[in-house]
């Protein structure tokens, strides 16, 4: 298992891991490293992870509910989620608490059985509430601050896979 610095330096208990059933997460400075490339003919460009793909296709195998919540839409995002077959993708919505707890009610889950990731101020109260909030190096010091877990990897290099890689390692066989 990868080791944890988050803020707090507390780890997280595998119980925690365990009743995790939605991982939620931001796109931009998440799944990518927050560059956004806008072409002449307005067409916009993302870089996502294999390594995160791989991850999220192993979350979905295994009935993980997997979440993108973005602050602005993004064909890029559609046709990367569609890829990926993620099951709930929300966009152009920037209050992240109210759409992840919109989500874990019409899914019937409770707080504790969430992981939020984010890297921004908007992403902070739903890490907050998340039973397991998440955020990565780099990241602004409001999500930083929230979170229980600072990823080792960087966004859009492997981190959400890495708390992939935790979810799974604490599911029953």
């Known amino acids: 298992m990868i080791a944890m610095n988050p803020p707090s330096s507390v780890p997280i208990p595998p119980a ?14 998440v799944l990518t490293d927050g560059t956004v490339q806008i072409c002449s003919d307005g067409a ?6 294999i390594l995160d793909g791989m991850g999220i296709v192993r ?9 993108w919540i973005s602050g602005r839409p993004s064909e890029a995002t ?3 989620a569609q890829e990926l077959k993620v ?9 992240k608490l109210a759409a992840l707890q919109e989500l874990a009610g019409r899914l019937k889950l409770e707080a504790r059985q969430c992981v939020y990731m984010g890297d921004d101020d908007i992403d902070a109260p739903a890490i907050a509430w998340a039973g397991v909030g998440v955020s990565v190096p780099g990241a602004m010091p409001a999500a930083q ?3 229980r877990y600072l990823t080792q ?10 708390i992939c890689e935790h979810i799974l390692a ?3 066989p």
């Open 16 to 29: 925690d891991w365990a009743a995790i059933q939605l991982f939620a997460m931001d796109v931009d400075g």
């Open 44 to 49: 916009e460009t993302k870089t996502f992870s």
């Open 59 to 67: 979350l979905n195998r295994v009935g993980i509910a997997v979440a």
């Open 78 to 80: 559609t046709r990367r």
């Open 87 to 95: 099951p709930h993708l929300i966009q152009g919505r920037t209050d």
């Open 145 to 147: 601050a929230s979170a």
């Open 153 to 162: 990897r960087q966004a859009g290099r492997g981190a959400v896979r890495e």
């Open 170 to 172: 604490h599911r029953d």
